[in-house]
Every structure is written in structure tokens, then in C-alpha cells.
């Protein structure tokens, strides 16, 4: 089991930032691999950043560029930088985790990842 609680979130107005949090707990596995997706209403789930046990990351295209994840020095927590945000980036943001990056894979094919917080919201204005 791995609990997810995110942080973050909130209004900005288009071309603003924000930052995400998200920290695990309740976990026995030496390493998780975090991340996160979003969802918007109506759109299907969008994997949108991950980084890997050694600090590999992988961005949607979506978002290249403009956010950037990274992780604490415990490991159990990682941040979203998100910049220069337009209203195409609202949705509600989830933190994801498990033991590899196979959700990562697996919510690319419409899966949910078995391992995911309550979700934060963005929205962004125009």
C-alpha cells in the first residue's frame, strides 16, 4: 500500500505558476517511482511527468519545456513546477506511485493507476 497526499494547486491566471506537492507514506518497498497525471472533464487521463529511481524523468509533450518534476531528498516526495500555464492545463492533478514505472506504461493504455492521491485541482484563466 502507498498513500498519496498531494499539495498545491489552485487559480493563476494564464502564464502563472504554480508548484505541486505530493508525499508517500505507508510503503515497505525500498524505492517507489512517482509521478503525476491529470485529467480534465470530459478528456481522458494524461500522464504528464515521471521520474525514475535514478532521477530520470519523462514529460508529455504537453508539457516539455514548461514543467519540471523533481524530487525531495527523502525520496517520498516530489514537486511539479508548472510555468507559463495556459487554460488548456486545467484539470485536477493526481500523484501517482509504485514499485516501477509500469503504471506509467499502463495509464498510457487507459489504466488507472492502482496507487494515486485525492487529486488537487488547477485551473487556469485566460
Known amino acids: 500500500q502507498v498513500l498519496l497526499v498531494e499539495a498545491g494547486g489552485g487559480s493563476v491566471e494564464s502564464g502563472g505558476s504554480l508548484i505541486l506537492s505530493c508525499t508517500a507514506s505507508g510503503y515497505t518497498y525500498d524505492y517507489i517511482c512517482m509521478g503525476w497525471f491529470r485529467q480534465a472533464p470530459g478528456k481522458e487521463r494524461e500522464g504528464i511527468a515521471l521520474?525514475?529511481?535514478?532521477?530520470?524523468?519523462t514529460y508529455a509533450d504537453s508539457v516539455k519545456g514548461r514543467f519540471t518534476i523533481s524530487q525531495g531528498n527523502a525520496k517520498n516526495t516530489v514537486y511539479l513546477q508548472m510555468n507559463s500555464l495556459n487554460p488548456e492545463d486545467t484539470a485536477m492533478y493526481y500523484c501517482a506511485a509504485d514499485i516501477s514505472d509500469s503504471w506509467w506504461l499502463f495509464l498510457q493504455q487507459g489504466a488507472v493507476p492502482r496507487f494515486r492521491g485525492q487529486g488537487t485541482q488547477v485551473t487556469v484563466s485566460s
Open positions: 521520474i525514475d529511481s535514478d532521477g530520470t524523468t
